[in-house]
C-alpha cells in the first residue's frame, strides 16, 4: 500500500453510523498531528478483533500441519518406518536430521522476502507445496526416496516460523505480538497431542496395502492440502486489506501504523546497508547462539518424545503414543499464558528464563532418577519450556531491532542458526542410545546452560542500553527516527 493510501485510509470514513467528525484526516510523513479519540479506541479494538479471529487461527493451523509434517517421523518410528523402510545403523537419525539442511538455508531469505512478495502468496504457495510433498512421502520405499521428500519439505516449511513472526511484527505492536505469536505456536504444541491421537487411530488401519504410518503422512498432507484455499482467502497482505474490515476501521488501522513508525515502518524499502546493519550488532550473534540452545531442546523433545515414553517401560506403541498427549497440553498451556504476561509486562527475558531453568530440570530428572513416575514427570517438566524460549528470543530481537529490514535479517539469521540444532539432533540423539538416550540428554543439558548465560548477557546489555539512552535523552539528544534501535528515543524491552 502507497503512502498515498495509507493518507486516504486515515482520513475519513465513510460508515453511515460513525460520527466522521471525530475521524481525523492523518499527513502520510507527520505522526506527531495526530489526534487519537475515544472512538478511534474502539473502532481500533474492533478492528484488532477482526485482525485475530483471522490470523491467529489460520497461522495456527499452517504452523501446526508445518509441525505435524516436519516431527511426525518420530511417531512413525513406532510403527514399523523403519522396518518398512529397511532402514540400518542411524540411517533413521539422518532421515530425522536432513531435513534442516535446507530448512536453515532458506529461513534467512524467506524472512528478507516476506515484505517484498507478499505474505500471501509465500504462505500458501509453501502449504500447497509441503502438502504434496508429505503425500508423496506416504509412498516412499528407500531410504534414498525418504532423504529426497525430506530435503523438499526443508524448502517448503522454511517459510512458515520466519514469515508468520515477522508478518505480526508488521502487523501488531510491540507489547501486543507475543500473545498473538503464542497464541498461535500454541497450536504446534497441540499438533504433537493431535499427532499422538493421528498415529494412535492410522495405526489400526490395515486397508489399501498401507502401514500406520503411510496412511498418517496421507491424511496429515490432505489435511494441509485443504488449508491452502482458506489461506488464499484470508490472509491479508496489510491489516487493511482484510476482508471483513469497514471503511472506519481501515481509517482507525491504517492511523494507528502512520503512530507506530518509530517501531516499523511501512514505507521501508531493502537496502543491503540493513543487512549489513545487522551483522555489525553483537546481539545478533548471542540471541542466534542463545536460539541453537534452545531448539536443541525443542527438537529433541518433539520428535524423539514418543520413544522417550516407549523406555519408562511401556512396551506399547499405543501407550506411548497417548502418553506424550497430557505433555503437549501442559507445554501449549504454559507458552500461552507466558505469552500473555510477556505482553503485559513488556518483558521477554524473565520468561525465557523460567523455561529454560524448566528444561535443566527436567532433563536432571530424565538423566539421574531411575523410577518411571520421576522420569515422566521429568518430560512434564522440561515440556513446561519447550516452546515459551524459542518464541520469545526471537520476538526479542524483533522487539529491539529496527529499521524492518534489520529486524527481518536478524530474526531470519537467528532461525537460521537455532534450526541448525534440528540438523545435528538425530546424530546426537542416535538409533544405538534409545530409548532413554543418556547421551543426548547430557548434551542438552548443556547446550540448556549455554541459553542460560547468552539470556543473561542479553539481559545485561540490553539493561545497559536503556541505560545509555535514557542519559542522552537527558542530555537533550533528538528523536531521530533514521537511526533505528540506535535512536535514543526508541527504548529496548528486557
Not at 486516504?8 to 506527531?32: F, R
Not at 507478499?118 to 508429505?134: D, G, P
Not at 546481539?283 to 534452545?294: D, L
Amino acid at each position: 500500500m502507497s503512502d498515498l493510501d495509507i493518507s486516504q485510509h486515515a482520513g475519513l470514513g465513510d460508515e453511515k453510523d460513525i460520527d466522521t467528525t471525530k475521524v481525523v484526516a492523518v499527513p502520510a510523513d507527520d505522526e506527531d498531528t495526530i489526534v487519537w479519540t475515544e472512538r478511534d479506541e474502539q473502532l481500533k479494538r474492533s478492528a484488532i478483533r477482526k485482525l485475530d479471529w483471522t490470523l491467529v487461527p489460520i497461522f495456527g493451523a499452517i504452523f501446526m500441519m508445518a509441525s505435524l509434517d516436519r516431527s511426525n517421523i518420530g511417531n512413525a518410528n513406532l510403527t514399523g518406518y523403519k522396518v518398512d523402510l529397511g532402514l540400518v545403523g542411524n540411517q533413521y537419525g539422518a532421515c530425522v536430521s536432513v531435513v534442516y539442511a535446507t530448512y536453515v538455508i532458506f529461513e534467512p531469505i524467506y524472512s528478507i522476502l516476506l515484505k517484498i512478495v507478499s505474505a500471501r502468496v509465500m504462505l500458501t504457495t509453501s502449504v500447497a507445496c509441503w502438502a504434496a510433498i508429505t503425500i508423496g512421502a506416504s509412498f516412499v520405499q528407500t531410504y534414498e526416496q525418504v532423504i529426497g521428500t525430506r530435503i523438499l519439505l526443508g524448502v517448503a516449511e522454511a517459510v512458515c516460523a520466519p514469515a508468520i513472526a515477522i508478518y505480526l511484527t508488521m502487523t501488531y505492536q510491540r507489547d501486543e505480538y507475543v500473545r498473538r505469536q503464542t497464541a498461535i505456536q500454541a497450536l504446534s504444541a497441540l499438533s504433537g497431542a493431535f499427532g499422538g491421537l493421528l498415529a494412535f487411530a492410522l495405526n489400526k488401519i490395515t486397508t489399501g496395502g498401507l502401514h500406520g504410518w503411510r496412511w498418517m503422512y496421507l491424511v496429515e498432507g490432505l489435511i494441509s492440502a485443504a488449508i491452502v484455499p482458506f489461506a488464499w482467502f484470508v490472509i491479508p497482505n496489510t491489516p487493511y486489506e482484510l476482508r471483513w474490515l469497514n471503511d472506519a476501521e481501515r481509517d482507525v488501522l491504517a492511523k494507528r501504523a502512520v503512530m507506530n513508525r518509530k517501531f516499523y515502518d511501512e514505507r521501508d524499502r531493502f537496502d543491503w546497508k540493513f543487512v549489513r546493519l545487522a551483522y555489525q550488532d553483537w546481539r545478533t550473534y548471542v540471541h542466534a547462539i542463545n536460539h541453537f540452545g534452545i531448539d536443541c531442546t525443542l527438537y529433541s523433545i518433539t520428535t524423539f518424545m514418543p520413544t522417550l515414553c516407549a523406555g519408562l517401560g511401556f512396551t506399547s506403541t499405543v501407550d506411548a503414543q497417548l502418553l506424550t498427549i497430557p505433555v503437549y497440553a501442559i507445554a501449549a498451556t504454559t507458552f500461552v499464558l507466558a505469552g500473555v504476561y510477556s505482553d503485559k509486562f513488556k518483558l521477554r527475558s524473565p520468561f525465557i528464563l523460567f523455561g529454560l531453568f524448566a528444561n535443566l530440570v527436567g532433563y536432571i530428572m530424565l538423566l539421574a532418577a531411575p523410577q518411571v513416575g520421576v522420569r515422566y514427570a521429568g518430560v512434564f517438566i522440561a515440556s513446561i519450556g519447550l516452546y515459551i524460549p524459542t518464541a520469545l528470543n526471537n520476538l526479542w530481537a524483533a522487539d529491539n531491532h529496527a529499521p524492518h529490514f534489520k529486524r527481518a535479517t536478524t530474526c531470519g539469521t537467528i532461525v537460521f542458526v537455532g534450526n541448525i540444532s534440528g540438523a545435528i539432533i538425530g546424530f546426537i540423539f542416535t538409533t544405538q542410545t534409545s530409548p532413554r538416550y543418556i547421551p543426548g540428554i547430557k548434551f542438552v543439558l548443556g547446550m540448556t546452560c549455554m541459553s542460560i548465560l547468552c539470556t543473561s548477557v542479553l539481559l545485561f546489555g540490553t539493561w545497559k542500553k536503556n541505560q545509555n539512552k535514557k542519559a542522552a535523552i537527558e542530555a537533550g539528544a533528538p528523536d531521530d527516527r533514521s537511526l533505528g534501535d540506535k535512536n535514543p528515543h526508541y527504548p529496548l524491552f528486557l
